[in-house]
């Protein structure tokens, strides 16, 4: 009875440093991968922006060639049918419908523009919720003190926390007004 008691006094203590250590083990690895996920998606939302700019800007000058063209090719055919004024016989050259300009074209371009925004805050999303959820990670009484006692947070939680908005939303936030949003207006 007295070994029994002794060897339960031995590996008691034995078996809490291993339940903390396996336990502090299990948090770091956990904390390292949530700041490595952060981390991706902040980089990851760098490159859905230029991968949305690029996308945006080729279009916009494939827009803006086929425009290009379809000027010079106006141009070309109402001076070489009408000669060098061709505008006075304008009226002759529209009801023959010479040249049209594919709407779809444009749509393209805003269907892209579109699906850029769309991406862009998906991946802002995503990385708003990863620090939100390591930040209750590390706010959380056991599992906060291991990770403090760590050195956690390893990255910089409120730079990465920044989001990207528009002049607009930051003027909205910082007056506490909404503005009517004219789609037309300059």
């Not at 956990?30 to 800007?57: P, Y």
């Amino acid at each position: 009875m007295k070994t029994a008691i002794l060897l339960s006094l031995v590996l008691a203590p034995i078996v809490l440093i291993g339940s903390a250590v396996i336990y502090c083990v299990s948090v770091y690895n956990d904390n390292i991968a949530q700041e490595q996920g952060i981390v991706a998606t902040n980089e990851d939302m760098k490159n859905v922006d230029a991968s949305v700019f690029n996308t945006i800007k080729s279009q916009g000058l494939t827009v803006e060639k086929y425009g290009d063209l379809v000027i010079k090719a106006i141009e070309a055919s109402t001076s070489g049918r009408y000669g060098k004024n061709g505008s006075q016989a304008a009226m002759q050259w529209i009801q023959e419908q010479n040249q049209n300009i594919d709407a779809k074209i444009m749509d393209k371009l805003q269907i892209a523009i579109e699906a850029g925004y769309n991406k862009f805050e998906s991946a802002q999303r995503t990385k708003i919720d990863r620090i939100r959820i390591y930040n209750i990670d590390l706010k959380s009484v056991i599992r906060g003190s291991a990770s403090w006692v760590m050195g956690f947070p390893k990255i910089d939680l409120k730079d990465l926390s920044q989001t990207i908005v528009t002049a607009e939303t930051k003027k909205t936030f910082e007056t506490k007004e909404k503005a009517t949003i004219d789609p037309f207006a300059k």
